[in-house]
């Protein structure tokens, strides 16, 4: 059985940072493909990012690329998100989830994941 601990949330101001983590616990990490969602009030869920089992392929949302960075401690067994030059918009509970089915590929779609973390709330003033 996975399990997966997000931390790092927080309120910021707009144009600040915080990073979240996701420390896993069970199983073999670097086996996982990870990604990040997250969800705002009143809307789905939405893909974040994504980073393959190695940490050597990355992805992302159009609408975060160029500000978050998503990257894993395999000795850790944990991945990150940095989230730069943040937005109101950016305002969600941010979860990360755990491919542990698939041996090769990144999944984008969330329910492709099989198992989440219980979620961070990361908010954003204007």
């Known amino acids: 059985q996975v399990q997966l601990a997000e931390s790092g949330g927080g309120l910021v101001q707009a144009g600040g940072s915080l990073s979240l983590s996701c420390a896993a616990s069970g199983g073999t990490f670097s086996s996982y493909a990870m990604g990040w969602f997250r969800q705002a009030p009143g809307k789905e869920r939405e893909f974040v990012g994504r980073i393959s089992r190695s940490g050597s392929y990355t992805s992302y949302a159009d609408s975060v690329k160029g500000r978050f960075t998503i990257s894993r401690d395999n000795a850790k067994n944990t991945v990150y998100l940095q989230m730069n030059s943040l937005k109101p918009e950016d305002t969600a509970v941010y979860y990360c989830?755990?491919?542990?089915?698939?041996?090769?590929?990144?999944?984008?779609?969330?329910?492709?994941?099989?198992?989440w973390g219980q979620g961070t709330q990361v908010t954003v003033s204007s």
């Open positions: 989830a755990a491919d542990t089915r698939r041996g090769t590929g990144v999944p984008k779609s969330g329910g492709e994941y099989d198992y």
